[in-house]
Structure formats: structure tokens, C-alpha cells
């Protein structure tokens, strides 16, 4: 397990490196660098991690984004939200590298950097918090999935998907994209939708779960939404 972790982590980073050094015309450029270095680090530390406390979630993680069992409008949603974040990176590189459009502050950088850091944090919080934190959207029967109401989850319903808003606009700050900024509003958009088809087949497939949005009002941000 820990071996497919690490694969599939490189090939992630691969991936997401492609996507940003081909548009951008060159290997020179350190935010990228940096980006995906602490990308890699945080997530193979925090895969070690999970695979000493909750190995049952770990190997839910690493199954495909398509799985059987799961909704189909999930399967469509992330489809194309893989695709929006796909064309994001792209343009990043072509607004920040290519073309130069885009001057950001060092400080501004760091500032990108550190809420990246702290996004991926609350990720792995909510991970430890909840054991069925499946990348797809399917009743997890086989695992006894029940409502995690404790942690993060009692002031948000999502906590992960809220956690992923600092992500959105402290990449485009750290790789030095203005035009990056327009993504975050698009991509959290996706998963306010999909926040709001997961509860209507969590409140219609998991005891519990309809009691548990009545007494946690807020999906993503507290005293928001």
C-alpha cells in the first residue's frame, strides 16, 4: 500500500508538472519548483501518516475516481472539475511565465505558499476526523460508514471542501498569476455544488445524516453558508 501511495503521488506530481512547464516554456521557474516540492512532501508525510493510523481510509483514497456504487452525477462533476483544474494550471503558467502578465510581491508569494500549507493541513485534519473521507461520493456499507459529527465537521458540514478555498487562491499568489485568482471562484463553485448533491444522497442513503445537517446549519463557511 505504502509503495502504490508513493506511485501514485509521483505520477500526480508528474502530471501537474506537465501542465505547468509546457505552457510555461521552461524549467525556471522556482514557484512551480516550490510548489510542487512541498506538494510531494506534504503528501507522502502525511500518506506515511495515515498509513499507520487509518490504512482502511488510505486504501479508499487510492481506489480510482471512478468506482462502482458511485452517483453519476459525481462521476460527470468531477470530470470536469479535473478539467477546470487542469486548464487553471495552464493558464498560470501561461500568465505568470509565458506571456508575463503577472508581477506578484515576493511577500504575496509567501503569502500563496503558506495558505497552500494550511489548506493541506485542515485536509489532513479532516482526514484523521473522518475515516469515510472518500475522494467519491458512495456510501461506504462495506466500512460501516456512519455521520462524523465531531471536529471540523461540528461547525461546517464540509470542512475539507472549505479547507480547499485557501488552496484555490494561494496557488495562483505562490506561482505569481493574477488571472489565477479568477479559478478560485470557479472551482469552489464546482464544489459548492457537488457539497449540495452529496448531502441529498448522504441525507437519503445514511441514518443520521438528515439530523446531523438540521443541528450543523453551515456547509461551508460558518455563519455564510
Same mark, same amino acid.
Given at each position: 500500500?505504502?509503495?502504490?501511495?508513493?506511485? &501514485?503521488? /509521483?505520477?500526480?506530481?508528474?502530471?501537474?508538472?506537465?501542465?505547468?512547464?509546457?505552457?510555461?516554456?521552461?524549467?525556471?521557474?522556482?514557484?512551480?519548483?516550490?510548489?510542487?516540492?512541498?506538494?510531494?512532501?506534504?503528501?507522502?508525510?502525511?500518506?506515511?501518516?495515515? /498509513?499507520?493510523?487509518? !490504512?482502511?481510509?488510505?486504501?479508499?483514497?487510492?481506489?480510482?475516481?471512478?468506482?462502482?456504487?458511485?452517483?453519476?452525477?459525481?462521476?460527470?462533476?468531477?470530470?470536469?472539475?479535473?478539467?477546470?483544474?487542469?486548464?487553471?494550471?495552464? +493558464?498560470?503558467?501561461?500568465?505568470?511565465? &509565458?506571456?508575463?502578465?503577472?508581477?506578484? !510581491?515576493? +511577500?504575496?508569494?509567501?503569502?500563496?505558499?503558506?495558505?497552500?500549507?494550511?489548506?493541506?493541513?485542515?485536509?489532513?485534519?479532516?482526514?484523521?476526523?473522518?475515516?469515510?473521507?472518500?475522494?467519491?461520493?458512495?456510501?461506504?456499507?462495506?466500512?460501516?460508514?456512519?455521520?462524523?459529527?465531531?471536529?471540523?465537521?461540528?461547525?461546517?458540514?464540509?470542512?475539507?471542501?472549505?479547507?480547499?478555498? !485557501?488552496?484555490?487562491?494561494?496557488?495562483? +499568489?505562490?506561482?505569481?498569476?493574477?488571472?489565477?485568482?479568477?479559478?478560485?471562484?470557479?472551482?469552489?463553485?464546482?464544489?459548492?455544488?457537488?457539497?449540495?448533491?452529496?448531502?441529498?444522497?448522504?441525507?437519503?442513503?445514511?441514518?443520521?445524516?438528515?439530523?446531523?445537517?438540521?443541528?450543523? &446549519?453551515? &456547509?461551508?463557511?460558518?455563519?455564510?453558508?
Amino acid at each position: 500500500m505504502i509503495a502504490q501511495m508513493l506511485i &501514485r503521488t /509521483a505520477v500526480f506530481i508528474a502530471i501537474v508538472a506537465l501542465l505547468l512547464f509546457v505552457p510555461a516554456g521552461t524549467l525556471h521557474w522556482s514557484a512551480a519548483w516550490v510548489y510542487l516540492a512541498g506538494t510531494a512532501i506534504l503528501s507522502v508525510a502525511f500518506g506515511f501518516r495515515l /498509513a499507520r493510523t487509518d !490504512p482502511g481510509l488510505l486504501q479508499e483514497r487510492m481506489k480510482p475516481v471512478f468506482q462502482p456504487g458511485q452517483e453519476r452525477w459525481d462521476k460527470l462533476l468531477l470530470t470536469i472539475t479535473l478539467a477546470a483544474f487542469a486548464v487553471w494550471l495552464v +493558464l498560470m503558467a501561461l500568465d505568470a511565465v &509565458r506571456f508575463q502578465a503577472s508581477q506578484v !510581491p515576493l +511577500l504575496l508569494q509567501i503569502v500563496g505558499g503558506i495558505a497552500v500549507v494550511v489548506a493541506t493541513v485542515i485536509g489532513f485534519v479532516v482526514l484523521q476526523e473522518n475515516s469515510f473521507a472518500a475522494p467519491v461520493v458512495r456510501l461506504q456499507a462495506e466500512r460501516g460508514q456512519h455521520v462524523v459529527d465531531t471536529g471540523l465537521y461540528a461547525h461546517v458540514r464540509h470542512p475539507m471542501y472549505a479547507g480547499a478555498i !485557501p488552496y484555490f487562491v494561494g496557488v495562483p +499568489l505562490l506561482l505569481g498569476s493574477w488571472h489565477g485568482l479568477w479559478g478560485a471562484p470557479v472551482l469552489t463553485a464546482l464544489l459548492a455544488v457537488r457539497a449540495v448533491l452529496e448531502e441529498r444522497t448522504l441525507i437519503r442513503k445514511l441514518p443520521g445524516y438528515a439530523d446531523y445537517a438540521a443541528r450543523v &446549519r453551515y &456547509r461551508l463557511i460558518p455563519m455564510v453558508w
